[in-house]
């Protein structure tokens, strides 16, 4: 429960989406308030302050941190938590923004920013592990993510997506990239190796939510209290092979699809098979070329989980 939970740091990226949010935050504020949680309001500046922000209010004693932007504020967010001696025992808190917000979907938060305020009081603290994905010739770029990562096509889009573009046109710009890269990607091979299992692939999708992006989900056997993936890998080269999935996954049927497969595990190894590089990515942010580990790092953020509006017995109090 909240009851405990009072002096609290709102952050706030004010490029996320289409920005303008001021008076919403301002009335989320208010309610929070009137549940008994004070906010400081902090703006981020430029990429990266979302992570000092968020160290720093894991080594000042902050009550909880809410994040209000995108998946990649997000992703700065929990990184810096992490990373602070203290910042897993700060809570985490999310009003949803940016383009496409992965976590808000699949915690069921409405994208109204005040009534996303109120479901939050009504909600419950929960120990949640996290994913860390770790370039192996460059660990230094190592980063914690919450809600998905994976590597190849979803990679290379990231990779080349037009900045300028996105913030005009927000989530049209990946179709737009993806629709590029369908012409030009050559769908390389590498390698998945888990405990369970080894594959050569042309994608892997390494799921904590059941949400991926946009309206679609692929990894629907993930959750956020299990400290394991689950992981959905594509075998195909095929461009077109890749465009007859879509409908399969508009219509939640992509498991029956031959060339598709789903594993859960808690450490996955991407390994390159030839030259052409492959490209990593977490919570819809690039990463790094391949190889590439991803593992389980069990209790390490706590994250207020709103009340599930289906009455499910999972998301209680610890």
């Given at each position: ?103 808000a979907k699949e915690l069921g938060l409405p994208w109204n920013i005040p009534l996303a ?102 990894t629907t056997g993930a959750d956020l209290l299990e400290d394991r993936f689950e992981l ?87």
């Open positions: 429960m909240t009851a405990d939970v009072h002096n609290a740091l709102l952050i706030h990226n004010p490029r996320a989406g289409r920005g303008g949010r001021g008076r919403l935050l301002d009335e989320a504020r208010r309610i929070l308030a009137a549940g008994g949680i004070e906010t400081e309001l902090a703006d981020t500046s430029a990429p990266g302050h979302a992570m000092e922000l968020a160290q720093t209010a894991g080594a000042s004693g902050r009550g909880l941190v809410i994040v209000c932007g995108g998946d990649g504020t997000l992703n700065e967010v929990v990184n810096g938590l992490a990373a602070s001696p203290n910042g897993q025992r700060v809570p985490l808190a999310l009003l949803p923004a940016g383009t496409a917000n992965v976590l305020a109120k479901k939050l009081l009504r909600g419950n603290l929960r120990e949640i592990a996290l994913g860390l994905a770790t370039p192996l010739e460059r660990p230094e770029k190592k980063r914690y993510f919450v809600s998905v990562a994976g590597a190849g096509p979803d990679g290379a889009i990231l990779y080349s997506l037009d900045l300028d573009l996105k913030a005009r046109i927000g989530v049209l710009a990946y179709w737009w990239e993806g629709a590029r890269q369908v012409a030009r990607y050559k769908f390389p091979k590498f390698r998945i190796v888990t405990a369970e299992k080894q594959l050569e692939a042309t994608l892997a999708v390494v799921g904590r939510t059941k949400h991926y992006g946009g309206p679609f989900k692929i959905a890998a594509l075998t195909t080269q095929s461009a077109l092979r890749y465009l007859s999935y879509l409908p399969a996954l508009w219509f939640g049927r992509l498991r029956a699809r031959e060339g598709v497969h789903f594993w859960k595990s808690e450490r996955i190894v991407c390994e390159p098979q030839g030259t052409e590089p492959v490209y990593a990515q977490v919570d819809g942010e690039p990463l790094a070329r391949l190889p590439a580990e991803f593992r389980i790092v069990p209790r390490a953020v706590t994250l207020l989980m709103p009340p599930l509006e289906n009455g499910s017995a999972k998301n209680t109090s610890a």
